[in-house]
């Protein structure tokens, strides 16, 4: 929340698989999700309007970090999200003061004439768009942040520096870069990577030894695929990442990928699974992946490492 006392809420549309959401879930259950997330910050709002006697409106930041235009595309959900917005601005007149666009991708203008159109033309009033990275300047380069909120009250990936509790926000980790994919019958997820940006998918290590097990496929196109471990806390503790996994590239024709890699250290950390496309100026890659950790006591390749991760986990 603002040092005033307004709650944020924040959509994290890059890390949203909008076409399995509307293919698993009925749209008026979709709608219904989207109408109690504001009723709940319509509560929060209302409860700190009564305790200080001054009207408290909300703050909604659109985090658009590794947005694709095909998923902002889905008439599906842009009919659901319209709705949803037609149905807030009469049940909720007085609920949003401010809509912060972040993280804009290159293409902006063209996921802007998609989202401007599902807006009622109240809200559209009250959008602002912070130009720049969150992760890439200070937070003081965008003056409404730095006033009303502080970098002690923002989460990581906004640019803050309030980590997460358990590193998990809104039910997703605070590391991640990609959408949750859709599962298929062969149990492998499904993942795809847009262009000129990299899919990292972390996978929490518990204290103790422990051991990776990772299998992986490029459906389409070629991908620079690397695994490192990073100490809990990360950079804010002084750890560094620990490479375990060099970056190689890897293309269809080379088949279905299987490693199992000793991850190094006994404290809690996380291992991230990095799936690197920034060479690609166009196209998107896919891939199918599945990956486990497991204890020490489990063989590793059969009882013997790869050299390259044995000789770094040995660093």
């Given at each position: 929340e603002s040092v005033q006392g307004q709650p944020l809420f924040v959509v994290r549309a890059g890390l949203s698989n909008v076409p399995v959401l509307m293919d698993a879930v009925p749209h008026e259950s979709v709608l219904k999700f989207f109408m109690l997330s504001r009723h709940r910050v319509f509560l929060r709002c209302d409860a700190r309007t009564r305790a200080s006697g001054t009207l408290i409106k909300a703050v909604s930041v659109n985090d658009l970090n590794f947005v694709t235009l095909s998923?902002?595309?889905?008439?599906?959900?842009?009919?659901?999200?319209?709705?949803?917005?037609?149905?807030?601005e009469k049940l909720y007149p007085q609920l949003l003061e401010r809509m912060v666009l972040l993280n804009v991708p290159k293409f902006f203008a063209a996921v802007w004439s998609v989202i401007r159109h599902l807006l009622p033309k109240r809200a559209l009033e009250k959008v602002a768009v912070c130009r720049g990275r969150?992760?890439?300047?200070?937070?003081?380069?965008?003056?409404?942040?730095?006033?009303?909120?502080?970098?002690?009250?923002?989460?990581?990936?906004?640019?803050?520096?309030?980590?997460?509790?358990?590193?998990?926000?809104?039910?997703?980790?605070?590391h991640a870069t990609a959408p949750a994919g859709k599962v298929g019958n062969d149990g492998m997820t499904q993942l795809e990577v847009s262009s000129r940006s990299v899919a990292r998918v972390p996978m929490p290590v518990p204290a103790g030894d422990g051991v990776l097990h990772l299998e992986?496929?490029?459906?389409?196109?070629?991908?620079?695929v690397s695994v490192a471990v990073?100490?809990?806390?990360?950079?804010?503790?002084g750890g560094e990442d620990v490479e375990v996994l060099k970056p190689h590239k890897v293309k269809p024709d080379k088949g279905r990928q299987t490693h199992v890699l000793r991850l190094p250290g006994t404290g809690a950390r996380t291992a991230f699974l990095r799936f690197d496309n920034t060479h690609s100026?166009?196209?998107?890659?896919?891939?199918?992946?599945?990956a486990m950790v497991t204890g020490a006591q489990d063989e590793v390749n059969g009882g013997k490492e790869d050299a390259s991760a044995a000789k770094e986990a040995a660093v």
């Open positions: 998923a902002m595309s889905d008439n599906r959900f842009k009919a659901v999200l319209t709705k949803a917005s037609k149905l807030s969150a992760l890439e300047q200070p937070l003081a380069k965008c003056p409404f942040a730095s006033q009303r909120f502080g970098a002690e009250r923002l989460p990581l990936f906004l640019g803050g520096s309030c980590p997460a509790r358990n590193g998990v926000f809104g039910g997703i980790s605070e992986f496929e490029m459906v389409s196109g070629g991908c620079e990073r100490p809990e806390g990360g950079a804010a503790d100026a166009i196209t998107s890659k896919r891939l199918c992946y599945t």
